[in-house]
T-cell receptor, first 110, second 114 residues
Framework: RKEVEQDPGPFNVPEGATVAFNCTYS??????FFWYRQDCRKEPKLLMS???SGNEDGRFTAQLNRASQYISLLIRDSKLSDSATYLC???????????FGKGTLLTVNP | DAMVIQNPRYQVTQFGKPVTLSCSQT?????MYWYQQKSSQAPKLLFH???????NEADTPDNFQSRRPNTSFCFLDIRSPGLGDAAMYLC?????????????FGPGTRLTVL
């Protein structure tokens, strides 16, 4: 079983749609979680950190369920500029290494 | 202002010809990482430095080496690049032990092996 698993995608949605990404992690000792966004041929950029019970930043909401080892990202009112690959990331409990999911490609269409 | 800088952005080398990729940071972070990312795959950690301590991943080939002469700089040396080593190489930094443990990535170096 992969350490971090994401929806395989790709997701194609119209502008204005709400889209949700799901992610599970296998290392119960993981303590920190992140969503990174990666544009084509660019580096990953931090979108949101996800701590404790989750958090919201504008149109983006991240949720964490430690009991189920599940993380989600919700994007409301999607924009064309949201088109990217979204990477779910876990940081181990006793170390500071990131484990990446394979990423989910989102395309927002006009 | 760029905080994690990688040079060059694009590198072309020949099969078997050694190549060095460079990373520098202005964040004064104590940890620096090197990742390899191939098309449609997640970044794969090769190794990292916690201060001067080098930590190699178990499945990183011996062909890949790294140096960190000071806090700001870290190098990735590929001793004998093969065709399978063509990828994007990403450098990242973080401050372990601080309030924020986020990793910041550089723009990457895209390596082509001919």
């Amino acid at each position: 079983r992969k350490e971090v698993e994401q929806d395989p995608g790709p997701f194609n949605v119209p502008e204005g749609a709400t889209v949700a990404f799901n992610c599970t992690y296998s290392n119960s000792a993981s303590q920190s979680f992140f969503w990174y966004r990666q544009d084509c041929r660019k580096e990953p950029k931090l979108l949101m950190s996800v701590y404790s019970s989750g958090n919201e930043d504008g149109r983006f909401t991240a949720q964490l369920n430690r009991a189920s080892q599940y993380i989600s990202l919700l994007i409301r009112d999607s924009k064309l500029s949201d088109s990217a690959t979204y990477l779910c990331v876990a940081m181990g409990g006793s170390n500071y290494k990131l484990t990446f999911g394979k990423g989910t490609l989102l395309t927002v269409n006009p | 202002d760029a905080m994690v800088i990688q040079n060059p952005r694009y590198q072309v080398t020949q099969f078997g010809k050694p190549v060095t990729l460079s990373c520098s940071q202005t964040l004064n972070h104590n940890v620096m990482y090197w990742y390899q990312q191939k098309s449609s795959q997640a970044p794969k950690l090769l190794f990292h430095y916690y201060d001067k301590d080098f930590n190699n991943e178990a499945d990183t080939p011996d062909n890949f080496q790294s140096r960190r002469p000071n806090t700001s700089f870290c190098f990735l040396d590929i001793r004998s690049p093969g065709l399978g080593d063509a990828a994007m190489y990403l450098c990242a930094t973080s401050r372990v032990g601080g309030e924020e443990d986020t990793q910041y990535f550089g723009p990457g170096t895209r390596l082509t092996v001919l």
